[in-house]
């Protein structure tokens, strides 16, 4: 009997051991100190995975509620971590975030039993996917500490680029590492794709190191292809020049000032992008906003936005952001702005005109 009780014992421990795998990551309720001093018992060694999430981060809920509760993510993390998870906005959290310095969202920590950093892995992916990263992470040649090292030894593109990507992948500005390795490195390495694509792809508008990539455009366009390099810079001002021009930037913690969008506005026209696309005009409107110009944005929007396609994606936004400066506008603007939307309905009904027209004569 005693023999039996036993094994049934046995039975329901390795059942609800299972059953801890099988419902993915386990994530303990434990301070960071009490996480390092678990990984640290000497009869059960384990690193350290700390998920550090926001309430308002879109990825952080999908990882947290699609891929971590998969039984392959319990099935590798289980095994071999304490895993644990802060908010950084709040309690402990706050602290963690200072401490590793976490600055972009999800960040995923990997420490050692020390409560040292080895590496982290940012954003979402799959729960195979982001296995197969935190595995690449946890290779000590790709450790940022090792990066460092190699490019401190050496200076050169073939240092300088892994490490600057992992800077730039842990939301740290790598600008330093490129603009240093740009003076050193021959024309052939600093204008390959590889660099270009990250150079650009990382420099902060108007920064100096922006700047002086600049200064060689005419190489980069030969390189990337002008289209494509045009469209990388615009993309870098773009979601904030939209929210200036929707006076939506502090929400955001996006502040800019009228010299520092005047700026945006002038370099974004010097590039050779079609005139056409709405998005592009973000600029010039964001410009007016911060200016307090709305008799200009109007008759800007009168000149230009109204003689654009009526089935670009962005028509609909281009005219919110002017129907939002409806509340504070004089009724001269008020009339203004209803001028603007008489003269976009004169333009559909005159597209639909032509339309019909071609429908009429297939129809004979």
């Known amino acids: 009997m005693r023999v039996f009780i036993v094994s049934i014992f046995l039975t329901i421990g390795v059942l609800c051991n299972q059953n801890a795998i099988a419902q993915g990551i386990i994530f303990q309720d434990l301070t960071i100190k009490q996480a390092i001093a678990k990984a640290a018992d ?10 550090c999430y926001t309430s308002w981060c879109g990825p952080c809920i999908e990882m947290a509620k699609q891929e971590f509760p998969k039984k392959v993510s319990g099935d590798y993390f289980n095994p071999r971590f304490v895993s644990v998870k802060f908010d950084i906005e709040k309690g402990e959290g706050i602290d ?13 920590l990997i420490l050692d039993a020390k409560g040292e950093e080895i590496n982290r892995v940012v954003g979402k992916a799959g729960a195979e996917e982001f296995i197969e990263k935190v595995k690449g992470a946890m290779k000590p040649d790709n450790s940022m500490a090792s990066l460092k090292a190699a490019y401190e030894q050496q200076k050169n593109m073939l240092t ?18 490129l603009s240093e390795v740009f003076d050193r490195a021959q024309d052939f390495e600093r204008f390959s794709v590889d660099y270009l694509q990250l150079a650009l792809g990382t420099a902060e508008f108007g920064s100096p190191f922006f700047r002086k990539l600049l200064l060689d455009k005419r190489r980069i366009d030969l390189a990337l292809g002008e289209e494509v390099a045009n469209q990388i810079i615009f993309d870098k001002v773009r979601k904030h020049m939209y ?24 370099t974004i ?21 911060v200016n307090k110009d709305l008799d200009g944005m109007i008759n800007y ?39 603007y939307y008489e003269l976009g309905l004169k333009n559909f009904e005159r597209q639909a005109k032509h ?10």
């Open 301 to 339: 929007y009168k000149r230009y936005i109204v003689n654009l396609p009526e089935d670009d994606v962005f028509k609909g936004i281009m005219d919110g952001i002017l129907s939002s400066k409806i509340p504070k506008a004089t009724a001269a603007q008020k009339a203004a702005i209803k001028e």
């Open 243 to 266: 929210l200036i021009a929707n006076e939506t930037g502090a929400k955001y913690n996006v502040f800019y000032t009228p010299r520092q969008v005047e700026d945006i506005a002038y």
């Open 269 to 289: 026209s010097l590039l050779k992008m079609d005139p056409m696309k709405y998005e592009l005009h973000l600029c010039r409107i964001a410009l007016y906003v």
């Open 355 to 364: 339309f019909q027209q071609q429908l009429d004569i297939m129809s004979k």
């Open 42 to 51: 000497p009869a059960d060694p384990k690193l350290i995975f700390v998920d």
């Open 160 to 177: 300088a680029l892994p490490y600057a990507k992992a800077l730039a992948d842990n939301g740290r500005d790598p600008s330093a590492v």
């Open 96 to 108: 963690i975030g200072k401490r590793y310095d976490v600055r972009i969202f999800p960040t995923f």
